[in-house]
């Protein structure tokens, strides 16, 4: 916490501390820039206490900006998010958008925020996202400024919507509670991409002395360029959204009960609302995680992807109201755990990947009863990131639509459906194993809101059938053939390590030479998104564009197996993914569990080497 009295700033050097030249250049730059009374004093203080291994933390390097924007956690220093770094990269990025854009003043931009916040910093979403709309607006450019917190879903929405030329949404999503973050659509409603991040970045760095007007945000408040799309916006989406609602008589009759929690987050309102939208009745909310709190007091990591630990508040509800199907989202919306209640009593989570087979079996059969002309398939696609269930791919084979898949992440998946729209094509479903769907493409992102009715509208439909969602999954392994995955990962802090290792698997068996087998599993196939080699192309060229940045192979196996390692763009993790596929008929899944348990384990041991190479497990 900063200190309550004001102390002057050492002379830079004068602490006697021998602080390196770099460090005393920025902390005085900082000193001079930064009006935020908590950031500062803290940083005297810090100066005055000689304490050179934190300022290094806080001023060790700038937060770099990405396609994924900005994620750090909030505190004083061009390492963190704060009043200072939020006006420096908006500032940035409204220089680099008057570059890109002749009608940015007649169009605009839009903002929203999560209901993150750090009082020892005195940095908030609310906050930054006004930071941010004042830079904007003293330069002239108008803003959409949500009122209060809405989920990330309806940012990239009003960009579309209202025609704009970008869009920012402070949020950290599902990261721990100090961080925060500042997430950028372009102007076709997906996240940037390439080379727009490096642009944007440049431009940062040339505009870091903040403007005469920066500090001054109640100047937006009397402004005509300040707009809040807040009512409007909301009653457009679903509106939208009821168009995705394929059972309405149906879903008036319900008797299914749901329990939903919004895991201290923003989608407590909003998902009410989608389900009034489809005629369902509300479900039933954890009330000990139903408001936003940024303390996130009862959960570890405020992430459902974390399964049954994040999920226990919302069992013990549906349990007493005797609910079978729990949904979760995480605490910006976005994102969608399913969890259902099994016959034997226990509690059944289901994975991104299975939940994204039944949501895209659900969109295409429904789409399937309103369009029986067969010709129109082949304008329709799915799409699902290339470390994701191959169970699209499965389906579209047999039905006759196309499959196509992408880089990792929903930008790729984003920029992709909207160039397909633009040729005139028909998306009808996205999606990421780490529990990101994309239901209705009005949303190029994952948007966990749609996505909640929809799996409810989906669970409501089968239990009319007397079929449970664990059952109906069955019916489809059975249907287009068994997919079974396992994902996990270590834990790496060091990059010169993870070189290694990834370098290892390229010079396997001599230079140049990729591992032939695993253990007992033969390959058949490699592609290396890091260099862009591919075996199974003629010329041995990956389809998929290569990054050097990040390290990413995928070795297929003779008996059906594809496994992925890579490395996490935001943790210290390097990361696997398998899956066996099965051709269609009656597999038997528990023998497929046993080989794919052993290709994991081959993978681990010949691949990972975890003793070689140090590497700490994931922690159950």
């Given at each position: 916490?900063?200190?309550?009295?004001?102390?002057?700033?050492?002379?830079?050097?004068?602490?006697?501390?021998?602080?390196?030249?770099?460090?005393?250049?920025?902390?005085?730059?900082?000193?001079?820039?930064?009006?935020?009374?908590?950031?500062?004093?803290?940083?005297?203080?810090?100066?005055?206490?000689?304490?050179?291994?934190?300022?290094?933390?806080?001023?060790?390097?700038?937060?770099?900006?990405?396609?994924?924007?900005?994620?750090?956690?909030?505190?004083?220093?061009?390492?963190?998010?704060?009043?200072?770094?939020?006006?420096?990269?908006?500032?940035?990025?409204?220089?680099?958008?008057?570059?890109?854009?002749?009608?940015?003043?007649?169009?605009?931009?839009?903002?929203?925020?999560?209901?993150?916040?750090?009082?020892?910093?005195?940095?908030?979403?609310?906050?930054?996202?006004?930071?941010?709309?004042?830079?904007?607006?003293?330069?002239?450019?108008?803003?959409?400024?949500?009122?209060?917190?809405?989920?990330?879903?309806?940012?990239?929405?009003?960009?579309?919507?209202?025609?704009?030329?970008?869009?920012?949404?402070?949020?950290a999503s599902h990261n721990p509670k100090q961080d925060n973050g500042y997430k950028v659509y372009w102007d076709n409603g997906a996240q940037i991409i390439s080379p727009h991040d490096q642009g944007i970045s440049r431009a940062i760095e040339e505009n870091l002395e903040p403007w005469p007007k920066a500090w001054d945000e109640s100047l937006i408040d009397s402004s005509s360029l300040l707009h809040n799309p807040s009512s409007s916006i909301s009653k457009d989406y679903f509106e939208d959204l009821q168009k995705y609602c394929f059972r309405r008589s149906v879903n008036k009759e319900s008797t299914l009960k749901f329990v939903h929690t919004s895991v201290h987050g923003v989608g407590h309102e909003f998902v009410q609302l989608a389900f009034k939208a489809f005629d369902l009745a509300p479900p039933e909310a954890v009330v000990q995680q139903k408001d936003p709190d940024p303390e996130f007091p009862t959960v570890k990591y405020p992430n459902p992807e974390e399964g049954k630990g994040v999920l226990t508040l919302s069992f013990e509800l549906a349990d007493k109201i005797k609910a079978k199907i729990v949904l979760a989202n995480d605490p910006d919306a976005d994102r969608l755990a399913v969890a259902e209640k099994q016959d034997s009593g226990e509690w059944r989570v289901f994975s991104g990947n299975e939940l994204g087979a039944l949501l895209g079996w659900w969109l295409f059969t429904s789409w399937k009863e309103k369009n029986q002309d067969r010709s129109t398939l082949k304008d329709t696609y799915m799409l699902s990131s290339t470390v994701s269930s191959k169970i699209l791919r499965a389906i579209a084979l047999k039905e006759g639509f196309h499959f196509e898949e992408t880089l990792t992440g929903f930008k790729w998946m984003g920029n992709r459906t909207k160039q397909l729209i633009d040729q005139g094509k028909t998306v009808l479903f996205a999606f990421e194993e780490a529990i990101g769907y994309m239901c209705c493409p009005f949303v190029l992102d994952k948007d966990g809101v749609s996505a909640a009715v929809i799996s409810a509208e989906l669970a409501n439909f089968l239990a009319t059938k007397n079929v449970s969602l664990s059952q109906q999954l069955k019916a489809i392994y059975v249907e287009y053939g068994y997919h079974i995955t396992k994902a996990s990962y270590f834990i790496c802090h060091d990059q010169g390590t993870i070189k290694k290792l990834f370098e290892n698997l390229r010079n396997y068996d001599g230079k140049d030479n990729y591992p032939k087998t695993c253990g007992k599993f033969e390959i058949s196939a490699i592609r290396d998104l890091t260099t862009g080699y591919d075996d199974s192309q003629p010329d041995k060229k990956a389809v998929l564009p290569a990054s050097k940045s990040s390290q990413m192979i995928t070795f297929t196996f003779a008996n059906g197996g594809v496994a992925t390692m890579r490395t996490s763009g935001t943790e210290p993790k390097i990361k696997y993914y398998a899956e066996l596929c099965a051709p269609p008929g009656n597999s038997d899944p528990e023998q497929l569990k046993r080989e794919l348990d052993e290709l994991v384990s081959a993978i681990e041991e010949n691949f990972f080497q975890p003793q070689k190479y140090n590497l700490q497990p994931k922690s159950e």
């Open positions: 916490m900063a200190a309550a009295t004001p102390t002057p700033a050492p002379a830079p050097g004068g602490s006697g501390s021998g602080m390196d030249a770099r460090l005393e250049q920025e902390t005085a730059q900082w000193l001079r820039w930064d009006r935020n009374p908590l950031t500062s004093e803290s940083v005297k203080q810090l100066i005055s206490e000689s304490n050179e291994e934190e300022l290094q933390k806080c001023f060790g390097a700038r937060m770099e900006f990405g396609t994924a924007g900005l994620r750090a956690p909030m505190g004083a220093g061009i390492s963190r998010m704060n009043d200072l770094t939020i006006i420096q990269t908006t500032q940035g990025f409204c220089r680099y958008l008057e570059k890109q854009f002749s009608d940015l003043k007649q169009r605009g931009v839009v903002i929203s925020f999560d209901a993150r916040a750090h009082p020892a910093s005195g940095g908030s979403s609310r906050r930054f996202a006004r930071l941010a709309a004042t830079a904007f607006i003293s330069q002239g450019v108008p803003v959409y400024l949500f009122s209060d917190i809405t989920p990330t879903p309806f940012v990239p929405y009003a960009v579309l919507h209202l025609k704009l030329c970008a869009g920012i949404m402070i949020t």
